[in-house]
């Protein structure tokens, strides 16, 4: 398969080259008929870029905007080109793959010219961006991001994606300095304060030894291949630390806070409080799986340690498997918030934490009656009745119903089978499920007892043979 991704590449790339040559000699199409109207000259390009070739250009064109255009036209042509998502994928990773420093310009005079477009790109220097002259040739070098290279993190602006912190990696050239690394990896981060050295670890050729140089910043130090740059400062914890409340408060949405300093009783008073319609008994604190924060951790490595070293039964399994999915996208912490406004109760003295979501439903004076009834749906509750009451209400028992009978409580979503001689506490949000009996066929019943059969075949088979064998 890479065998043939490669021949498209490649023929790809000659496509490119011809229709660019031929575009020269030809006079282009309508889409480059501006360029030509001005002073038409002739660059070629060498080395290790996507297209080579001579190729027309303007005299008014400097080499950046000559190589973008070329550049991006060739992607835009490759990728189209090709219809398979995978194949797509790794063209995109091969069009990445080019060096845009170290580009050499060589004039007809033959003067040659060292063309940094990344630092272009960056300061806006036009000394970096020359324009082109006829004849002109440029040379791309070779990319080589795993030798030849400057790594850069710590209190950098150009390291944290996505809540991953990933070092800036660009190509080396000589005569790097510090302030070089620190340009590439957009500048100090402000957030920081008193940023003042930075560590340079720097392995010997045969990579066996590391050699951790502390530096000034102010010194502007010059770099070498391969040098992994820390620039020091404090973590600092002047970060956007937020919860979300929603439903029966005052003032809902987000509610800055400290970094483990802010209580729940502190969050429901910058909120305005409860409103009158709020239900306490079903309010939430929640708390998911973001608080670990980390690119490691993830669901199914949470799952894999948990099982590790179980010893459940296997009919365990799957009730373990739903009770830690729960876990983990939804950790509900147990919190009477009747007693939260309460200054002397522990639980108003809870500490929120960053990202913590807390919900606050209004009252519901329902029941739900859903399953094998005539009419499911919401009955209103009245303080006293008892499980026969609602079920009436919903149109009573179907023809189709199993026989059992089970109370869901709306607060902890446990379930009750229900016992006709004991009485139980129906309360407004909770649930009454009526299942299905299942149809069974005759072939069901008629596979039922040839299994049954077979297995008493083969006991009395086994119990012949032992006394058989006694005698």
């Known amino acids: 398969m890479y065998r043939n991704l490669?021949?498209?590449?490649?023929?790809?790339?000659?496509?490119?080259?011809?229709?660019?040559?031929?575009?020269?000699?030809?006079?282009?199409?309508?889409?480059?008929?501006?360029?030509?109207?001005?002073?038409?000259?002739?660059?070629?390009?060498?080395?290790?870029?996507?297209?080579?070739?001579?190729?027309?250009?303007?005299?008014?064109?400097?080499?950046?905007?000559?190589?973008?255009?070329?550049?991006?036209e060739a992607k835009v042509r490759s990728i189209s080109s090709v219809s398979e998502v995978y194949q797509k994928q790794l063209l995109e990773e091969e069009f990445a793959k080019f060096a845009w420093r170290g580009i050499k310009l060589i004039r007809v005079s033959g003067d040659e010219i060292f063309l940094d477009l990344a630092k272009f790109r960056l300061t806006g220097d036009f000394k970096y961006n020359p324009y082109l002259k006829n004849d002109d040739v440029i040379v791309f070098p070779a990319l080589d991001l795993s030798r030849?290279?400057?790594?850069?993190?710590?209190?950098?602006?150009?390291?944290?994606?996505?809540?991953?912190?990933?070092?800036?990696?660009?190509?080396?050239?000589?005569?790097?300095?510090?302030?070089?690394?620190?340009q590439f990896a957009q500048g100090i981060n402000l957030a920081y304060e008193n940023v003042k050295f930075a560590e340079i670890s720097r392995l010997n050729y045969n990579g066996l030894s590391e050699e951790i140089i502390l530096v000034n910043i102010s010194d502007d130090t010059n770099l070498h291949a391969g040098d992994r740059i820390r620039i020091l400062a404090d973590d600092t914890q002047k970060k956007n630390f937020k919860i979300l409340i929603e439903g029966e408060v005052n003032q809902p949405g987000y509610v800055y806070i400290t970094k483990d300093n802010t209580t729940i009783k502190e969050i429901i008073e910058k909120v305005g409080g409860f409103k009158?319609?709020?239900?306490?008994?079903?309010?939430?604190?929640?708390?998911?799986?973001?608080?670990y924060n980390s690119p490691i951790f993830s669901e199914r490595f949470e799952t894999i340690m948990m099982q590790r070293m179980a010893n459940i039964e296997i009919e365990d399994s799957l009730s373990f498997l739903v009770d830690n999915e729960l876990r983990y996208s939804r950790g509900n912490l147990s919190i009477d918030f009747k007693n939260i406004l309460d200054s002397n109760s522990l639980d108003s003295k809870f500490i929120v934490k960053d990202r913590d979501y807390i919900f606050v439903p209004e009252k519901v004076n329902l029941v739900y009656v859903f399953g094998q009834v005539a009419s499911p749906g919401y009955i209103e509750f009245v303080d006293g009745k008892n499980i026969d009451y609602y079920i009436e209400k919903a149109g009573g028992i179907g023809k189709t119903a199993k026989g059992e009978i089970y109370l869901i409580e709306g607060t902890t979503r446990s379930w009750i089978e229900i016992d006709e001689d004991v009485s139980y506490d129906i309360k407004p949000g909770d649930y009454i499920w009526l299942p299905k009996e299942p149809h069974r066929s005759f072939n069901y019943y008629l596979n039922q007892i040839g299994s049954i059969a077979g297995i008493v075949g083969g006991v009395a088979t086994v119990i012949v043979l032992l006394l058989q064998l006694k005698k």
Not at 16 to 33: C, K, P, V, Y
Not at 286 to 291: D, K, L, W, Y
């Open 6 to 72: 490669t021949k498209i590449l490649f023929l790809i790339l000659f496509v490119n080259s011809l229709e660019a040559q031929i575009s020269l000699n030809d006079g282009g199409s309508s889409s480059s008929n501006s360029i030509l109207t001005l002073q038409q000259i002739s660059v070629t390009i060498g080395g290790e870029f996507i297209v080579n070739g001579t190729f027309p250009a303007s005299s008014t064109e400097r080499v950046d905007h000559f190589l973008s255009r070329l550049y991006n």
């Open 148 to 182: 030849n290279f400057i790594e850069i993190t710590g209190a950098v602006n150009k390291i944290e994606l996505e809540n991953k912190f990933e070092p800036f990696r660009f190509q080396f050239l000589e005569g790097d300095k510090l302030s070089d690394a620190i």
């Open 276 to 291: 009158l319609g709020a239900d306490l008994d079903r309010a939430e604190l929640i708390r998911g799986a973001n608080i």
